[in-house]
């Protein structure tokens, strides 16, 4: 039996088969297939090298006729930037026939990674959020930063973003460059409380391993996305902010080993049980998402390797359409 050949597809292949505005829909129906158990369990795994560390992150999607499994690897060395002018996350994406173990594709997945992670968080608040939540504060002005600032801007009206970095002239040049690009009021501020006091949708972006969002500082209503802590060492919310909110989950065992709830279990602030859903029975409607205009709602997000194998599917049945990629030779 003739297989197709496994397919190598580099990040502006990416770019042009799945264009970013495509993630939000995508993503959504994601964690709708995981609610309505039409996924594999999402596995995850944790290493730490000397100077950075690794995510490997797997799981599958069921059709009616066929399984795909993805599988990737994210290495995350945060001082790449400055000692070799890179981005500081680098990784692959490996896409497998769950039905025969064919490899399908390899592809970059930074990419895959700041397009689908932020494509979540506006999932999110399509569901969680005031409909009228006009300011948007950002805690971080890396890289995801900007991807967040499109998707959410497609679920919401933005009318005033406040960015707040522990590099100041960092936070500055992001706002400024925020404010010609999508015409909104943008500026930086010196603290992070002074950005989460003044908005009604927050979102925490930083490798933090300490807190910083505390929660004298969030206003009845305000809708957190808590998106840095992806390990068992990173937090950036406090215990007491987890307690006094309505947690919703993308992945429940996940967010109790690595996310924001880890460490509010640890605390004595929370249970597993007492986490409201995952993002996906909300939108299924399994379980409640927002009860009351006045709750503060947590989005504890650490991505779940179902965001990468339906992104990882939709590129690589775009590429089989369009014959883009390079085949890759594994077995010459």
């Known amino acids: 039996m003739l297989m197709p050949p496994t397919l190598l597809l ?41 100077s950075g560390e690794f995510h490997i992150k797997a799981s599958g999607l069921r059709d009616a006729d066929s399984t795909v499994v993805a599988v990737k690897i994210g290495a995350c060395f945060y001082d790449r930037p400055a000692r ?24 970059e997945s930074a990419t895959v990674t700041r397009l689908r992670t932020a494509a979540a968080t506006a999932v999110a608040a399509r569901h969680l959020a005031l409909h009228d939540a006009g300011t948007l504060a950002l805690c971080g002005a890396g890289e995801q930063a900007a991807a967040h600032v499109d998707a959410l801007l497609a679920v919401r009206p933005l009318r005033r973003i406040l960015v707040w970095s522990r590099d100041q002239k960092r936070a500055a040049a992001f706002a400024a460059d925020l404010a010609d690009r999508y015409a909104v009021e943008a500026s930086a ?46 937090q950036e919310l406090h215990a007491e902010l987890m307690k006094d909110s309505a947690v919703i989950v993308d992945v429940l065992h996940q967010c109790a080993e690595v996310g924001e709830l880890h ?57 089989r359409e369009h014959s883009a990629g390079r085949p890759l030779p594994l077995w010459d």
Not at 283 to 293: A, W
Request: without cysteine; aromatic residues 4%; charged residues 25%.
């Open 10 to 50: 580099t990040r502006t292949e990416i770019e042009r088969l799945l264009p970013s505005d495509a993630y939000i829909d995508l993503m959504e129906r994601a964690f709708a297939r995981r609610a309505d158990r039409e996924t594999l369990p999402s596995r995850l795994a944790h290493l730490d090298s000397e």
């Open 84 to 107: 070799l002018g890179l981005p500081s996350i680098v990784g692959v994406i490996a896409l497998f026939s769950g039905d025969d173990g064919q490899p399908l594709a390899l592809m």
């Open 263 to 319: 460490h509010a279990i640890e605390a004595g602030a929370l249970t597993a049980d007492d986490v409201r859903a995952e993002l996906g029975e909300v939108i299924t409607g399994v379980r409640p998402g927002r009860l009351s205009p006045e709750e503060i709602i947590v989005f504890d997000s650490t991505g779940t390797a179902v965001q990468d194998v339906a992104a990882a599917q939709a590129i690589y049945e775009a590429a």
């Open 189 to 234: 501020v010196a603290e992070p409380g002074q950005a989460i006091r003044a908005s009604q949708i927050v979102v925490t972006l930083t490798p933090a391993h300490e807190p910083y969002a505390d929660r004298r500082d969030v206003a009845p209503g305000t809708f957190i996305a808590a998106v840095g802590s992806d390990a068992p060492d990173k």
